[in-house]
């Protein structure tokens, strides 16, 4: 499992419209964030920060580095990315 990374600030504020809820970032966040961008896109998790101060950041943003693994002996169709059926059934392995 690789290192977390972690990234901006935010804050639960409450409005006579309901709770807004305000992202931070600064120059070097924003640097991180361009750093992890994976097929165009940089998917994080808002989370809650366990030991808040009145006045501070009460949650704050971590990057989901999660990849699919790729699968072993499947090999995909460019057009459909569908695994192809002579990858996956080998006519030897059949029992009859």
Known sequence: ????????????????????????????????????????????????KKNKVDGKPTHYLEINTWKPNERIGYTTDEKSNEPEVSEIIDDQDIPF
């Open 1 to 48: 499992m690789s290192d977390k990374i972690f990234c901006g600030s935010g804050k639960i504020i409450k409005t006579q419209y309901g709770d807004l809820t305000k992202i931070s970032f600064s120059q070097k966040d924003l640097e991180v964030l361009n750093q992890n961008v994976n097929n165009g896109w940089v998917n994080t998790a808002l989370k809650e």
